[in-house]
């Protein structure tokens, strides 16, 4: 790159800083690839041998702003060149594309967490196998975007899906355990997991997937499985698995899988409380269901119920919304 103090500002070197760089502008802004990109409209290069002009350094020196502010990566202070005026060097612009594209997957905020979804998230009729009976209830939530680079945008800009478990119905003998058990599940958070590591969104790091709660015997947590570790059309994962510690109901737990669609436009994240405990003497394993959880979601219901959420990313930056709206599934058996 000929790009210094006292040369000209050729069509090479702007269109190295725009897009052909080892570290670009477009290579977050725009469409980007894999784990690169928010889906923003690209900045245009220049055609060699044309002269870059004001508006076209303008156009750089703004949008590495704004990305900037987005990641909250700490750049060079630098005023947009104006036409009419003599463009000088503008110093560190590739160190700041540079740390912009490192922290890529940082977002200063979030947006508005989702409260709907089409289905069922709660178990309304008893649960019963008799004394020292097995049984499992079952949800399967999916979140789905329009199409895989919706759901590549999502996760770029700091998107997250979340899980939220309740149970407060108390009226047969094993109520009280599961709502214990659930309640140390706390709440789930999924995060992208890119290539360089953690992410930070809204001033909190995460390392892929990450418990809110304490308690119970915890066998598994994938605390840095996030999106993109996690393969198209592979078979799920096991995110966590907690257990209770509690005698005699320590065989009873809670599962998460997670595992995304073959077409890369659909996380499928999958719930399972089961109880395979033995109870005391003229105990039995049932338990009760509850009142529902009505869409939009504002309290849960009595009965037992797993809420999945996605925080989509914020519009204050990139005000293309580009990965859309996405929809939420809900089953339970």
Do not use: H
């Not at 922290?103 to 008893?126: C, D, E, Y």
């Not at 599940?185 to 999924?190: C, D, F, N, P, S």
């Not at 993109?228 to 320590?250: E, F, G, K, R």
């Not at 109880?275 to 394993?285: D, F, I, L, P, Q």
Request: aromatic letters at 8%; charged letters at 5%.
């Amino acid at each position: 790159m000929t790009y210094s103090s006292g040369g000209l500002i050729q069509a090479t070197d702007y269109n190295g800083f725009v897009s052909t760089g080892a570290a670009n502008i477009n290579g977050f802004w725009g469409t980007g690839s894999g784990d690169r990109g928010w889906g923003q409209s690209a900045i245009s290069t220049v055609t060699t041998a044309n002269t870059v002009t004001a508006t076209q350094w303008a156009s750089l020196v703004n949008t590495l702003a704004t990305s900037g502010s987005q990641t909250n990566t700490a750049l060079t202070s630098r005023t947009a060149p104006v036409a009419g005026n003599i463009i000088g060097i503008l110093a560190n612009v590739n160190t700041d594309i540079t740390s912009v594209n490192t922290n890529r997957g940082n977002a200063v905020a979030s947006g508005t967490t989702s409260s709907t979804w089409t289905g069922n998230i709660a178990k309304l009729t008893a649960t019963s196998n008799g004394t020292n009976g097995a049984w499992t209830i079952t949800w399967r939530q999916d979140i789905t975007w329009a199409n895989s680079d919706a759901a590549r945008y999502y996760w770029n800009a700091g998107g997250l899906a979340t899980l939220d478990m309740s149970f407060t119905a108390n009226v047969v003998d094993n109520d009280p355990e599961w709502t214990r058990l659930s309640g140390y599940m706390g709440k789930l958070t999924m995060a992208s997991r890119v290539a360089n590591g953690n992410v930070t969104v809204a001033a909190t790091n995460y390392t892929g997937f990450t418990r809110g709660g304490t308690g119970g015997t915890q066998t598994t947590l994938a605390s840095t499985t996030g999106w993109y570790t996690l393969v198209a059309n592979a078979a799920a994962t096991t995110m966590i698995q907690i257990n209770d510690a509690t005698s005699p109901y320590t065989g009873d737990n809670i599962t998460v899988t997670a595992n995304i669609a073959a077409n890369a436009a659909s996380l499928t994240l999958t719930t399972t409380w089961n109880s395979s405990s033995r109870v005391a003497a003229g105990e039995t394993t049932n338990i009760s269901g509850g009142t529902n959880t009505a869409s939009p979601f504002t309290t849960f219901g009595t009965a037992p119920a797993v809420l999945c959420r996605y925080i989509p990313p914020s519009s204050t930056y990139l005000t293309t919304a580009s990965w859309g709206t996405p929809t939420v599934t809900s089953t339970v058996t």
